[in-house]
């Protein structure tokens, strides 16, 4: 630290500035927001193209509310691909049709269409996010969203001096539709981004983008609450600030009990929220954003993002310390912090189960059946690719599952996703369908039926039929329960769960090689995905849809379709 003070001196800078708090908003229980979906051309990495963006910004707008506000957006498609916005993290209490994920609560909204969505913060405040639901398009197309406690009710920790929202992306050189479409018919694996962006900009680490660099000014002393988001596709990573701590006081929009590290990592669909005390020597700081691939024998971008964190007082051109990351497969990093996550305080975790379920994840190896393998069986073994909850692998319908679902459109899905998988084995370490033997799987529009009011349990465990990898499980409509988690095969005899205060999330990483436990009361009726957040494993199947029925009288029954809901 002797060190560190010396050689910050150099860059001292005596023109000392006056950063402005950031103010709560005011007022108003609806907050409406007119979303375009635009084409904006921008120039990165040395390379000028075409995004999709919500009113040509990257990231998009924020949308700022409180707890308890209700959220009216119009989204308006004006590019020539199909869209949907996904409100991930929000609840939709009895608002399933605004949830926003193509072909399972809605059709996409189409070249000139528009779409208005509606829904309430139900008891809910921190930070969550919108993205893209269609295709790919998540890569540019995303924002924050920031829901403040209701006017009056504080943080349960101290006020931060400012805050500011952090997230973490992946950038490509080339049309990420096309490009999902160019993978998926070869078989093969997706290529690894171009760069890892923090707030859209990639840093001085790679080619042309040495101005293109996010900053944050700090005024020594100060404390900042940083909101981190992962709007990443296909790529988990890590985030560290150079010689400063991280405490943990939030994890998807949900509060924790306060526990402090020098690094964090979010899979793509979590969000974190940490605070950072400016009390270092007065100097400028990386932010970096590495990888973490736990998967073996997958190319992956290893050049990390770099941001600012820069004290008021330094030098415009000193030299950035750089942050220290865990290496890119450290499980025990990722373990270390899930470890510490807990609920602030004691919660209501259902102890007595309704419907039980042990899904297996992972990844498949179909046979090739193309005329032309060469081009279309670029997989291990010369097969391709798939993903599956136990050894399914989702379809999607030609319309949505919800409207098949509401109307009784029969021929669209099934009810018949299995509880458990057909055949019980070593899944991490000896799968009898261990390439190169049978690693198939079976294709389907499955869902699972689940009552009004039944207390949930989901047992999710990684496989290694073709190579174990954490996997971030994301279900939309619910948060649940986190009681246990461990590495190799679940064991209920030597399970260790908290009933007690386990961290309340929406996306969980289920740990290579390992397996997680949820629980939650489904008491949200309509339909639900459940799927894996890295786009790839999503485009391969990897997902199924829970199915909650209605209750009794109106505030258990799903409401009727709104009038503008998208045709396919």
Request: charged content about 15%; aromatic content about 12%; proline content about 7%.
């Amino acid at each position: 630290m002797a060190n560190l003070a010396t050689s910050m001196l150099l860059c001292l800078n005596l023109s000392l500035h006056v950063a402005m708090a950031h103010k709560w908003p005011g007022g108003g229980s609806t907050g409406f927001y007119d979303f375009k979906v635009q084409t904006l051309r921008v120039t990165k990495l040395c390379n000028t193209k075409e995004i999709v963006t919500i009113n040509r910004m990257f990231p998009g707008p924020v949308i700022y509310a409180q707890e308890d506000d209700r959220i009216i957006v119009k989204v308006t498609n004006v590019t020539p691909y199909n869209a949907t916005i996904h409100w991930h993290g929000v609840r939709q209490k009895l608002s399933c049709w605004f949830d926003g994920p193509s072909y399972i609560t809605q059709c996409p909204i189409q070249a000139g269409q528009t779409f208005t969505y509606e829904f309430t913060l139900v008891k809910q405040k921190g930070t969550f996010f919108w993205h893209a639901h269609v295709s790919w398009l998540r890569a540019t197309a995303h924002g924050a969203i920031v829901v403040y406690p209701k006017t009056g009710i504080s943080y349960p920790f101290k006020q931060p001096y400012e805050e500011h929202i952090v997230i973490l992306g992946e950038y490509w050189q080339r049309d990420v539709v096309q490009l999902e479409r160019q993978v998926l018919a070869s078989g093969g694996a997706a290529p690894p981004a171009d760069a890892f962006t923090i707030n859209g900009h990639p840093g001085p680490n790679y080619n042309c983008s040495r101005n293109d660099v996010y900053k944050i000014e700090v005024v020594p002393g100060k404390t900042y609450l940083l909101r981190l988001i992962n709007a990443g596709l296909n790529m988990e990573n890590f985030f560290a600030i150079a010689y400063h701590n991280l405490t943990v006081v939030e994890v998807d929009a949900e509060y924790t009990k306060s526990f402090t590290t020098d690094s964090v990592m979010l899979g793509p669909g979590q969000t974190m929220n940490v605070l950072v005390t400016a009390d270092q020597p007065i100097g400028k700081y990386s932010m970096a954003m590495g990888p973490y691939m736990s998967a073996q024998n997958v190319s992956f971008q290893n050049i990390s993002a770099i941001a600012y964190f820069q004290y008021l007082g330094a030098a415009p051109n000193c030299r950035s310390l750089p942050a220290k990351l865990p290496r890119f497969n450290d499980s025990l990093a990722v373990m270390t912090v899930m470890d510490g996550l807990r609920s602030l305080n004691p919660v209501d975790v259902p102890k007595e189960i309704d419907a039980s379920l042990f899904v297996t994840v992972g990844l498949n190896i179909n046979k090739c059946q193309s005329k032309t393998p060469v081009w279309n069986c670029q997989g291990t073994n010369n097969g391709t690719f798939a993903a599956s909850m136990n050894n399914i692998s989702f379809v999607n319908p030609t319309i949505s599952v919800l409207e098949a679902y509401y109307k009784k459109i029969g021929g669209h899905f099934t009810e018949d996703f299995p509880d458990s998988p057909l055949k019980f084995y070593d899944f991490v370490n000896g799968a009898p369908n261990n390439a190169p033997n049978n690693t198939q799987a079976t294709d389907g529009t499955r869902t699972k039926v689940l009552e009004y009011g039944s207390r949930v349990q989901v047992i999710f465990q990684d496989t290694g039929t073709v190579t174990t990898e954490n996997h971030p499980i994301h279900l939309h409509g619910y948060s649940f329960y986190v009681v246990g988690y461990g590495t190799g095969n679940f064991n209920p005899q030597t399970a260790d769960f908290n009933l007690i205060d386990p961290p309340y999330m929406n996306t969980i990483g289920v740990p290579v090689g390992g397996w997680a436990a949820i629980r939650f009361v489904a008491d949200n009726p309509g339909v639900w995905f459940m799927h894996c957040h890295l786009d790839i494993h999503q485009s391969w199947g990897l997902g199924a849809v829970l199915i909650v029925k209605n209750g009794k009288g109106e505030m258990e029954t799903l409401p009727h379709p709104p009038a503008d809901l998208p045709r396919c």
